[in-house]
């Protein structure tokens, strides 16, 4: 169970990922070597799993988004861990969930362009085997991304 004092450390290197061990001391209202301690904590224990610069992705170069809808022919552990395996792999998709509903998995694949993304599905998403099908949703407009839990 995380403590109150680690939810304030979490959420402000959230917010600041970059913030010196005394700015997040003071902003969490501990002693700097009380916070510096709860930090390395909590990285050991894997709530932190690492940090990260957040950038923009169409300043990026990155002016295509979509969101893919996977189902598999059939559910045998071959095919699920190939597909896992591959994608797992490939730096144009994001973020992979296996879901329940019409699809089995949805992607969020990010490229620079249409050609590139026509590239992806024919070199890549139509050769793993076991596919069923794979739905696109080209993403219009990014309304509200982020990575930050609610604390």
Request: hydrophobic share 45%.
């Amino acid at each position: 169970m995380i403590e109150e004092q680690d939810t304030r450390i979490l959420a402000h290197l959230q917010k600041d990922g970059r913030a010196t061990n005394q700015q997040l001391a003071d902003e969490v209202g501990m002693s700097t070597s009380a916070c510096w301690r709860r930090v390395r904590a909590l990285e050991e224990s894997g709530v932190i799993q690492g940090y990260a610069a957040l950038v923009a992705r169409e300043q990026a170069g990155f002016t295509m988004s979509a969101i893919l809808h996977v189902s598999l022919e059939r559910h045998d552990a071959k095919f699920v861990d190939e597909f896992v395996a591959r994608v797992t792999t490939r730096r144009e998709v994001l973020e992979c969930f296996a879901t329940t509903g019409d699809a089995d998995y949805h992607l969020r694949v990010v490229v620079q362009d249409m050609t590139a993304y026509n590239r992806f599905l024919d070199e890549f998403m139509f050769r793993i085997p076991g596919i069923r099908y794979v739905r696109s949703n080209v993403v219009l407009k990014e309304i509200k991304t982020g990575v930050a839990l609610p604390f």
